[in-house]
T-cell receptor
Framework: GESVGLHLPTLSVQEGDNSIINCAYS??????FIWYKQESGKGPQFIID?????DKRQGQRVTVLLNKTVKHLSLQIAATQPGDSAVYFC?????????????FGRGTSLIVHP | KAGVTQTPRYLIKTRGQQVTLSCSPI?????VSWYQQTPGQGLQFLFE???????NKGNFPGRFSGRQFSNSRSEMNVSTLELGDSALYLC???????????????FGPGTRLTVT
């Protein structure tokens, strides 16, 4: 499949464990954040978003936490499955006034062992 | 429902040439965004079109341009290709000009451009 990056941080977990993927963002004025998943050979897939006026949002098996004080975003995946193996990116929106101009993190490679 | 399609999937060009990549969004989607992905720089936003108008633009030189047609199909053009333009070019479409949980953004498989 397509390589999405060299020397990405890697998180290895056992199937059934919970996974936590972290991301530091750069712009304190960023108002909106998204987590994406990219499997080998495919384009990114939107997972979950969060606005800057929230500190937590939950989806199906995923939770995003936002700490604006330290400009940190995390993605928690509950009961991780082999199908969750992928590269995960965070994106922050640096566009003003409702526009969407994303800046992406380098990504973390999640490897789930059966 | 068909997904986002991109053509061609693979392309080899020579330095100095120009290239045009095509993206067909999901039916009904009016927003089309383009991204460049490289091992060195990661994923970077190029520009976004909504209803034939460029709404947002990333930090790329003027050699990178795009357009959107009335049927929402989009093309991006890179002129005077450089070796550093070798990348995976991704297109994404959405109902809205800003992806959200209600208006998800869907990516195509990308066009792998190699500049020699």
């Amino acid at each position: 499949g397509e390589s999405v990056g060299l020397h990405l941080p890697t998180l290895s977990v056992q199937e059934g464990d919970n996974s936590i993927i972290n991301c530091a963002y750069s712009n304190s004025a960023s108002d909106y954040f998204i987590w994406y998943k990219q499997e080998s050979g495919k384009g990114p897939q939107f997972i979950i978003d969060i606005r800057s006026n929230m500190d937590k949002r939950q989806g199906q098996r995923v939770t995003v936490l936002l700490n604006k004080t330290v400009k940190h975003l995390s993605l928690q995946i509950a009961a991780t499955q082999p199908g969750d193996s992928a590269v995960y990116f965070c994106a922050e929106n640096i566009g003003p006034g409702g526009s969407y101009i994303p800046t992406f993190g380098r990504g973390t490679s999640l490897i789930v062992h059966p | 429902k068909a997904g986002v399609t991109q053509t061609p999937r693979y392309l080899i060009k020579t330095r100095g040439q120009q290239v045009t990549l095509s993206c067909s969004p999901i039916s009904g989607h009016r927003s089309v965004s383009w991204y460049q992905q490289t091992p060195g720089q990661g994923l970077q936003f190029l520009f976004e079109y909504f209803s034939e108008t460029q709404r947002n633009k990333g930090n790329f030189p003027g050699r990178f341009s795009g357009r959107q047609f009335s049927n929402s199909r989009s093309e991006m053009n890179v002129s005077t290709l450089e070796l550093g333009d070798s990348a995976l070019y991704l297109c994404a479409s959405s109902l809205a000009n800003r992806p959200t949980m209600d208006y998800e953004q869907y990516f195509g498989p990308g066009t792998r451009l190699t500049v020699t």
